[in-house]
């Protein structure tokens, strides 16, 4: 089965910027979804389709996709970015969606 | 503004059933696929399953594939999930979203969600 991998954890301040990987076999050829999900709380769409915002989505959110990593890049972090993000994708050979583990982003 | 309800969860045995409702409001629920992705205490996202918008097509997570059902009546805005042989490890906050398009599978992805209902399996 298709499996994604994302660091379990990112540290950053305040008004710097946030990288958030998610690895998979030849990810590049895939669309790459991503989840924002603060404690306690239903998990919010962030980014579609490798790189689109959802409306209401900040500018500083952004996602890219090439080769074997999909990043979603969070610019001039605050504290409200502290959350949970985690990436999906459908795997055509198995007929599943496929999240990855998720990364817990610690704004400092 | 987009709504998606859950209910139906609580506490069962190992072994027993559940029947899991999505209430879906403010969209054409006719016109999209549905899905239910879980998160069990303290872990990350898992999907479970998708529904096409017609039901014609319908996908399953390989650990529930043989126990759960998804189903879903355009007529009443409603999905669901027939739980069945439940398993402690099935124990979860169960979400419902709805899919990107009307088909299930590639394509998708999952906005909004609701704010889940939880399965806990318990003896």
């Known amino acids: 089965s298709y499996v994604l991998t994302q660091p379990p954890s990112v540290s950053v301040a305040p008004g710097q910027t946030a990288r958030i990987t998610c690895g998979g076999n030849?990810?590049?050829?895939?669309?790459v979804h991503w989840y924002q999900q603060k404690p306690g709380q239903a998990p919010v769409l962030v980014v579609y389709?490798?790189?689109d915002r959802p409306s209401g989505i900040p500018e500083r959110f952004s996602g890219s996709n090439s080769g074997n990593t999909a990043t979603l890049t969070i610019s001039r972090v605050e504290a409200g970015d502290e959350a949970d993000y985690y990436c999906?994708?459908?795997?055509?050979?198995?007929?599943?969606?496929?999240f990855g583990s998720g990364t817990k982003v610690t704004v400092l | 503004e987009v709504q998606l309800v859950e209910s139906g969860g609580g506490l069962v045995r190992p072994g027993g059933s559940l029947r899991l409702s999505c209430a879906a409001s403010?969209?054409?629920?006719?016109?999209?696929?549905m899905n239910w992705i879980r998160q069990a205490p303290g872990k990350g996202l898992e999907w479970v399953s998708s529904?096409?918008?017609?039901?014609?097509?319908?996908y399953y997570g390989d650990s529930v594939k043989g126990r759960f059902t998804i189903s879903r009546d355009n007529a009443t805005n409603s999905l669901y999930l027939q739980m069945n042989s439940l398993r402690v490890e099935d124990t979860a906050l169960y979400y419902c979203?709805?899919?990107?398009?009307?088909?299930?599978?590639?394509?998708?992805?999952?906005?909004?969600w609701g704010q889940g209902t939880l399965v806990t399996v318990s003896s």
């Open positions: 403010a969209f054409t629920f006719s016109s999209y696929a």
């Open positions: 030849n990810i590049g050829s895939k669309s």
């Open positions: 389709d490798d790189s």
């Open positions: 999906q994708v459908w795997d055509n050979s198995s007929d599943h969606f496929v």
């Open positions: 529904i096409s918008s017609s039901s014609s097509y319908i």
């Open positions: 979203a709805r899919g990107s398009t009307e088909a299930a599978g590639r394509g998708n992805w999952f906005d909004p």
